[in-house]
């Protein structure tokens, strides 16, 4: 009941949307950067408890657009469709980990109605009245989790795995007292690096299996419950796709910075300055978001082709990676 009275709060949604706004708009020196979403912004002075006036976003909902893109001639299975697929997961990969791992306060209810595809080709967010602010010790264990999956030797080596386990387990995680000891760790890769193979401990990657790690919980941390619901949301979206995708490996770079700033140490006046590398950054941003809407503006034949080109240099750089 609770919840849901936030969710009917529109004061407290245009609240929510701006902090969110401010996280994915601004880079860790709280300089100006290309946020990879759009998310829309609330009017002030039209907004109240029980309205909410912000912009229109002009596109339709991720549950439609493959119905939308055979509308427009698109097959799904065209180059083009791959390569908004890719933009979409790297986009959600992005805000979701910049949001959990920087601020704790994040977007808890995405699904394909909430996400929109925008008639410019870019990706936006809706419907904030469900977010979910988690601890500061909940946020700095996962970011250790992420640290810890990235830096594994392998995917077996006993040390790697004992610390995964222990970090999972101080999360809150609780298992069935016959779970093997493998059982924490692959939990947490269950949940957070869907590019593995084999889980440890022999459990199965499918959720819905008899041997999945899932089956092996006894209780989950309500901080995790829905960090959860946007990974598996990121994971399925990567399975659809055919894309092995490690949540751990993308969110590792955010978490070192989030465990660098939490010494304590205090930037000095040379680290505060606007830096030249930071504005190039700005630019390069910019200009690929201009580029990217120029080629939705193409004719449908010009446009194939340099979706193909740009998707056959994108799965070089995805393999390069992996490697």
């Not at 996400?115 to 809706?126: A, E, N, Q, T, W």
């Not at 989790?145 to 995680?173: C, Y």
């Not at 609780?174 to 459990?203: C, H, I, M, R, T």
Request: glycine content about 8%.
């Amino acid at each position: 009941e609770a919840q849901l009275a936030d969710e009917f709060d529109f004061v407290a949604e245009a609240v929510a949307m701006d902090r969110v706004y401010d996280c994915v708009t601004k880079d860790e020196n709280g300089m100006p950067c290309e946020s990879p979403i759009v998310i829309p912004r609330p009017v002030p002075g039209l907004v109240s408890k029980r309205v909410l006036v912000m912009d229109y976003l002009k596109g339709v909902p991720l549950s439609r657009a493959a119905e939308e893109m055979l509308k427009r001639g698109i097959d799904p299975d065209s180059p083009e469709s791959q390569l908004f697929g890719r933009k979409l997961l790297r986009a959600l990969t992005d805000v979701f980990g910049r949001c959990i791992l920087e601020t704790g306060f994040f977007h808890a209810d995405p699904h394909p109605g909430n996400i929109f595809v925008l008639d410019d080709g870019s990706i936006g967010l809706i419907d904030f009245g469900q977010v979910k602010q988690i601890s500061g010790r909940a946020k700095e264990t996962l970011a250790k989790v992420m640290v810890a999956l990235d830096d594994r030797e392998s995917d077996t080596n006993p040390d790697d795995l004992d610390k995964i386990g222990n970090l999972a387990l101080e999360l809150g995680v609780e298992l069935n007292e016959d779970a093997k000891q493998e059982a924490p760790a692959a939990v947490a890769f269950w949940l957070f690096d869907g590019s593995v193979e084999e889980l440890p401990g022999g459990y199965d990657k499918g959720e819905l299996s008899p041997n999945s790690p899932v089956k092996e919980l006894k209780s989950f941390p309500q901080d995790l419950v829905l960090v959860g619901r946007s990974s598996i949301l990121i994971k399925g979206l990567s399975n659809r796709l055919g894309i092995p995708w490690s949540l751990s490996k993308e969110w590792a770079p955010t978490a070192r910075k989030v465990l660098a700033g939490n010494t304590g140490k205090t930037p000095s006046a040379k680290e505060r300055q606007v830096r030249f590398r930071d504005v190039a950054l700005l630019l390069k941003s910019w200009g690929k978001s201009k580029a990217s809407r120029a080629v939705t503006k193409l004719p449908p034949p010009l446009r194939t082709r340099v979706a193909g080109i740009a998707l056959k240099l994108q799965k070089r750089k995805e393999q390069e990676a992996q490697q």
